[in-house]
């Protein structure tokens, strides 16, 4: 329902009344919200570290996303594990990806493919409980796939310019397999709206997540830009 206020001059002679009438920030009109997602965001320790949350925010933030919830933690075993295994088939799907892998270069091993993509979840788990990282909650238009986009891919030696992995980190696979660790690239972003749901689920409570609207989005959505002009 709309909001009424009602302002009495006092000013002139005879006292009127003006009737402002405000929108609720849901149900603002012409705004068009299709395919709005929300998606999950991590930055890493290495992120941390390196002083690049500015930065970071800043990609996100300029091409219009909208930030739900921030917060700083550091995550516990339980969390980190509870986060990488959502799928369940998560770890022989990377067991099975690490065996492709080989193939295509020639390789062979003698590990099974649970074996495998236990030894990358463990390694996931150390790296992301190594110190603190910053949670948060954005919001836009096809949010999934644009953030992963700005993200860059997840070696950053053969992510884009102008990608968050690509300007602000040098790691590489075959770095990362010579160390046995984790690829260090700053960020986790969400995968698919499903993947999204169950890790904002795992990270904030409802209460935390902010519902407002943002100034911005009356260009960004406003079908007929019916708010500019006085």
Do not use: C
């Not at 009424?4 to 006292?15: D, E, W």
């Not at 649970?114 to 909650?137: A, E, F, R, W």
Request: proline content about 4%.
């Amino acid at each position: 329902m709309h909001r009424q206020t009602s302002i009495y001059s006092k000013t002139l002679s005879r006292p009127f009344k003006l009737l402002i009438i405000s929108h609720p920030t849901d149900t603002i009109p012409n705004m068009n919200k299709s395919n709005q997602q929300q998606s999950l965001v991590i930055i890493k320790p290495d992120g941390v570290q390196r002083s690049l949350i500015g930065e970071i925010v800043k990609r996100y933030e300029r091409v219009g996303l909208k930030l739900l919830a921030m917060k700083m933690v550091i995550p516990t075993i339980q969390q980190a594990r509870q986060h990488y295994s959502s799928d369940p088939q998560w770890v022989v799907k990377k067991g099975q990806s690490i065996i492709e892998k080989f193939k295509a270069q020639g390789k062979t091993t003698s590990l099974t493919d649970q074996q495998l993509g236990q030894n990358i979840l463990d390694t996931l788990i150390k790296y992301i409980t190594s110190g603190p990282v910053v949670v948060m909650v954005w919001q836009g238009t096809n949010a999934i796939k644009l953030i992963r986009k700005i993200t860059g891919g997840t070696e950053p030696l053969t992510s884009d310019v102008g990608t968050i992995r690509g300007d602000y980190t040098l790691d590489s696979y075959q770095n990362a397999d010579m160390d046995n660790r984790s690829v260090r690239n700053l960020v986790h972003a969400s995968g698919s709206p499903e993947e999204a749901q169950t890790e904002i689920a795992l990270w904030f409570k409802p209460e935390e997540i902010l519902k407002y609207r943002l100034i911005a989005e009356q260009i960004l959505y406003d079908i007929n830009l019916d708010g500019i002009l006085e």
